[in-house]
Nanobody
Framework: VQLQASGGGLVQAGGSLRLSCAAS????????MGWFRRAPGKEREFVAA????????RYADFVKGRFTISRDNAKTTVNLQMNSLKPEDTAVYYC?????????????????WGQGTQVTVSS
């Protein structure tokens, strides 16, 4: 399976972006999915995750109340709605498919990664 992330771009602080991750196969409908990000000079960090049916979600503390993860299994897509963006949200955002069906904050539990999409938030 391949994952294709899209929706990144340049936005002013306080603005919004919606990232999408499209899977090449329907098999990901049985997998938990997640979003991670890597800012310049920093390690990759967890952003948000969702279980296979969308009933359980997890968020990093720094995005709670601002970001929302959702999935559409009919279209095999996972979305990340990002509101109230801050300059510190600037990073390359990656979507990933988990080995299991649950939502997970640990990158080691994900075995398929997309290519990343750049998000730049100007002050």
């Amino acid at each position: 399976v391949q994952l294709q992330a899209s929706g990144g771009g340049l936005v002013q602080a306080g603005g919004s972006l919606r990232l999408s991750c499209a899977a090449s196969r329907r098999t990901v409908t049985n997998n938990g999915m997640g979003w991670f990000r890597r800012a310049p000079g920093k390690e990759r960090e967890f952003v948000a995750a969702i279980d296979w049916h969308g009933g359980n979600t997890r968020y990093a503390d720094f995005v709670k109340g601002r970001f929302t993860i959702s999935r559409d299994n009919a279209k095999t897509t996972v979305n990340l709605q990002m509101n109230s963006l801050k300059p510190e949200d600037t990073a390359v955002y990656y979507c990933a498919a988990n080995r299991g069906a649950y939502s997970s904050t640990y990158s080691t539990t994900y075995n398929v990664w997309g290519q990343g999409t750049q998000v730049t938030v100007s002050s």
